[in-house]
């Protein structure tokens, strides 16, 4: 059997053709958006700040000028007057002091316990802990305004009414937190880090404290503010066991405001527009860690 060798080619072996992938699509690329992408978010834009602009022009003018056909949709030359008005009338001044030390303590409390509930629930074992989380995630099925009877004939045993406690307790748990908290916790905390901390002898609360709070301090910041919000503009509550005249929220003390036979709409658009812009302040400045704390929650794991 003979073989036959085939002299070698000159020509060289054609190498494959690389296929070019657009620079947005390339490891560490930017995306760019289109034209039809800027115009959607210019619309969402609008949206979203229409209702905030549409009530610092109502404060602007008078009953006549909003009861007409077709309403304003320019500012008038009485918001500053109107917004003077509305401040002392509804006492703001106490009632941002009242609602800035309910929602505080509300928050902390929230986020602190929370994180504990989430971790126990999320990394530690024993027994009963699945049916607990159901029950937990149950609570969130439940309409708040069904508590509000017994959470009303509890107040009145205890003497709270129209005081700032009892505003307070009833918000200082979230089956939301420490749903939001297991989530993030079961992802960012990995197990080893804990099995780590138990053998150079950490109890509990020292992972809790050492381990536990600096890994989840991301999801700490957001849910912090979606509770501080919350308790802000929390009404129902509040309005049931406070009275304006005593220690009202910010809620409570605008409610209060336009009182008459012919409620004066453009002053209660005015204590509207003071009790928003706190939150809007708040999150002027904390908006690009609460995102990033949001985003890097996301992409965990």
Request: charged share 10%.
């Amino acid at each position: 059997m003979t073989t036959t060798l085939t002299p070698p080619s000159d020509t060289p072996p054609k190498e494959p053709k690389k296929v070019r992938r657009p620079k947005a699509a390339r490891a560490g690329g930017t995306l760019h958006a289109g034209p039809i992408a800027y115009v959607i978010l210019a619309l969402f834009t609008v949206g979203s700040l229409f209702p905030l602009v549409w009530t610092a022009i109502a404060a602007s003018r008078d009953n006549q000028r909003l009861a007409q056909n077709p309403p304003p949709f320019w500012f008038g030359s009485g918001l500053f007057d109107k917004l003077e008005i509305a401040w002392n009338d509804a006492n703001l001044g106490e009632a941002f002091i009242n609602t800035t030390f309910v929602a505080g303590i509300s928050a902390i409390t929230i986020v602190v316990l929370s994180t504990i509930a989430g971790f126990a629930f999320a990394k530690l074992r024993f027994k009963g802990r699945n049916a607990m989380m159901l029950i937990v995630i149950g609570t969130m099925m439940v309409p708040p305004q069904l508590s509000v009877i017994p959470l009303y004939m509890m107040v009145a045993k205890l003497d709270w009414s129209d005081q700032l406690q009892a505003v307070i307790l009833p918000s200082l748990v979230s089956a939301f937190g420490v749903f939001f908290m297991r989530q993030y916790l079961l992802q960012a905390l990995p197990d080893e880090i804990i099995e780590a901390a138990r053998v150079d002898g950490a109890s509990s609360w020292r992972v809790i404290w050492h381990v536990v709070f600096p890994a989840a301090r991301p999801a700490m910041a957001v849910l912090g503010m979606l509770m501080f919000v919350q308790t802000w503009n929390d009404f129902l509550w509040p309005f049931l066991v406070l009275t304006q005249n005593g220690n009202p929220t910010v809620q409570v003390a605008v409610a209060g405001l336009g009182r008459g036979y012919t409620p004066d709409q453009s002053l209660i658009m005015a204590g509207a527009l003071l009790g928003t812009l706190p939150l809007l302040i708040v999150f002027a400045i904390f908006g690009k860690q609460i995102v990033g704390g949001i985003m890097q929650g996301a992409v965990k794991g």
